[in-house]
């Protein structure tokens, strides 16, 4: 069983919207919607979990329904931090999936995702156990010592951008947060993140297939390259019909 795990539970603040940003509709649609979309239509997939920001549960509910997004079986309350709303949801499913299925965690504020993204974390995981969709890092780089400079070079053929989904047999992302939180380990790193546990327990992380369009929206700017996107794909289809 394949389990698309949808994050929803974040307000973005930097969006500069009243709006939780996921919620905010592109050509009247909302966010989310387009990302919930990408896996139910996904044939790997098997149900959906969305785990959403308390405020906009019932909302949800409603959008759910007006979508026909079906494969929905679950509708959990997100936290504070990106790690209380991904316990949140492996709590939910602790008494519903087996070790070895698979559960792909992914930002509800992320609608570029394709089905070759989905399809090569779903692959990769089953043969690796974990999958990070990574693409590289293509731009020069350097490290800050203020706001204004740097003074040091960053090779970037080191570094690995990473993004979701991201991929896990149920057993070993359930053993995870249970051993961070026996060692109290996520009282103690600063970037409280999936991956960042992964780091500090000694976990090595798998690349998935990755993508430079794969962003997730974080600012005005990004908004408004989504509803260009969304413009093309559909001048795309109905030139193709």
Known sequence: MNIAIVLAGGVGSRVGYDTPKQF???????????TIEKFQFHEEIDFIEVVCVRSHIEYLKKMVNTYSLTKVRWIVEGGAT???SVINGIENLSTICRE??????HFGASPFVCNDIISDSIRVCKEKGNAISTTP???LSGIKTDEEKSLEYIDRDTIACM??????QFGFIKKI??????????????H???TSLMYVLDYPIYFSKGSQTNIKITTVEDLELFEGYVLFQREKLSTNC
């Open 100 to 105: 070895n299925d698979l559960v792909s965690i």
């Open 137 to 139: 890092f293509y731009l």
């Open 82 to 84: 990106f790690q209380e």
């Open 192 to 194: 409280p993140h999936t």
């Open 24 to 34: 905010i509709e592109i050509l009247n649609k909302p966010i989310l919607a387009y």
């Open 163 to 168: 993004n979701s989904p991201h991929t896990f």
């Open 177 to 190: 947060y249970d051993e961070a939180r026996d060692t109290k380990i996520m009282d103690k790193i600063d």
